[in-house]
């Protein structure tokens, strides 16, 4: 049952974010601040406990560089279904071209209690598919670590468009000099 609706929602999720055939032809990489948002899934691996399937979704607003860095935050929420815990992490993220990497603060809620901790991720990802491996470390009472592997798959939205490079810069409101063209 729960393979069936992890593929069921990553495939709805693929179907929202992938473009029209034939939208555009060529590989484009947007510059400037993006809005990324997406599901997740995964599974999960408790040296402890149930190890389970993973599922949940991510936002982030990173900031693409034209020299292929990229940097911003992230927060997403996942429900690991081997403990069956609620997660939460938010903190930022970096990398460079198809490398990156992230993590911050972890809280996990269960049984009516909260734990909180630390959680840091590799990526590798393609555009809008990204595979990561997850560290977690949760403090207080019953003190346990985690590991996670899982795909992301994101759609994306532009904020701040940045103009190709060596493009003229032209202010919006511009108006042509009538004596001196434009």
Do not use: C
Not at 92 to 114: H, I, N, Q, R, T
Not at 121 to 141: D, K, M, P, Q, S
């Amino acid at each position: 049952m729960t393979h069936r609706l992890v593929t069921t929602l990553l495939g709805a999720a693929l179907a929202l974010v992938a473009p029209p055939l034939g939208a555009d032809a060529g590989p484009r990489v947007p510059q400037g601040w993006l809005l990324t948002f997406g599901a997740n899934g995964g599974y999960s691996l408790h040296p402890d406990g149930a190890n389970g399937a993973v599922l949940g979704a991510e936002v982030s607003a990173p900031y693409l560089a034209s020299s292929g860095y990229w940097y911003g935050a992230y927060a997403d929420a996942l429900h690991d279904f081997g403990p069956r815990r609620q997660r939460f992490s938010l903190g930022p993220e970096l990398g460079v071209a198809v490398l990156g990497v992230d993590g911050g603060l972890l809280a996990e809620l269960a049984d009516g209690s909260m734990r909180t901790g630390y959680t840091v991720r590799g990526l590798l990802t393609f555009g809008v598919i990204a595979l990561y491996g997850r560290y977690g470390h949760l403090g207080g009472e019953g003190e346990a670590s985690f590991g996670e592997i899982g795909l992301l798959i994101k759609g994306y939205k532009e904020l701040s468009p940045q103009p190709p490079r060596g493009a003229p810069l032209r202010r919006p409101d511009a108006r042509p000099d009538p004596q001196n063209g434009p």
